[in-house]
Structures are given as structure tokens and as C-alpha cells.
């Protein structure tokens, strides 16, 4: 598989992934499963496997964009360095935040949750905005 195929396909998994989780499992989840918390850890877990693999997809995307130029701080390069960071933060900065003032029914789990959301679109911005430089890439 050459490495523009490689990356393509890693990025697909990616973008596709977070796609998968963030607009149908989670909601299916919180629209499925009756008890409320049952359905929080369900999605929760969810999103985790789906940030441990953005970083795998983020770290094998990154080698071999470097892999593929001399030049490393290009768009192509820090794009899915970007994905890595905001998946890194959400699930190991703001969801344990998120978690903690929604088991303990704090006042803030609601500005948390809409941080965890902001984070992982963020994530997919990134990713998308890869995926859409791809195509120019391709043709050179």
C-alpha cells in the first residue's frame, strides 16, 4: 500500500470512527438504554476506544506524512498532530472532569459536557480538514 493509500485509509477510519461514535452510538445509547447512567458509561466507553485509536490513527498518519517530506511543519503534518492533542485532551483532560461533576450531580457537568463536545469537534475539524487536503495531494 503506498503511503498517500496508507494515509487515506487511516484517515477514513479516523474521521469515519468519530462519525460512528459522536452522531450514532452515543445517541443510540442515551435513546436506547433507559437508565441514564447505564447509557452515560456505555458512551463513555465509546469515546474512549475511539481516542486511543485517533491516537493510533494520529501517530502512524504523522510518521508517515514525515516519512513522505523533508519538510515537517506543514499543514498535512500538524493537522493530524492537532487530532492527537484534542483527542489526548478530551479524554484524559475534560472527561474526568466531566465524569466527576456528573457523578457527584454538580452544577457543572453541563458546561463540561459542552467542553468535552467542543473538544471532539475540534478533533474532527482536524481530521476533516486532512481528509479534505488529501485530494490536491493526490494529483501532484
Given amino acids: 500500500m503506498s503511503g498517500l493509500r496508507a494515509r ?5 477510519l479516523w474521521l469515519g470512527g468519530m462519525v460512528a461514535v459522536g452522531l450514532i452510538g452515543a445517541p443510540t445509547a442515551f435513546a436506547t438504554v433507559p437508565e441514564k447512567m447505564i ?3 456505555v ?3 465509546m469515546f474512549y476506544i475511539m481516542a486511543l485509536a485517533a491516537i493510533v490513527f494520529g501517530v502512524l498518519i504523522a510518521v508517515l506524512e514525515r516519512a513522505s517530506r523533508k519538510a515537517t511543519m506543514t499543514a498535512d503534518f500538524l493537522l493530524p498532530l492537532g487530532g492527537i ?3 489526548i485532551l478530551g479524554e ?4 474526568p472532569r466531566l465524569l466527576q461533576s456528573a ?3 454538580s452544577p457543572q457537568a453541563g458546561m463540561w459536557h459542552g467542553i468535552a463536545s467542543l473538544v471532539f469537534a475540534l478533533q474532527a475539524l482536524c481530521v ?4 479534505w487536503r488529501l485530494p490536491a495531494r493526490s494529483r501532484n
Fill in 39 to 41: 447509557a452515560a458509561a
Fill in 8 to 12: 487515506w485509509f487511516l484517515a477514513a
Fill in 103 to 105: 457523578y457527584s450531580h
Fill in 85 to 87: 492533542f484534542f483527542a
Fill in 92 to 95: 484524559f483532560g475534560v472527561v
Fill in 128 to 131: 476533516a480538514a486532512y481528509v
Fill in 43 to 45: 458512551a463513555s466507553r
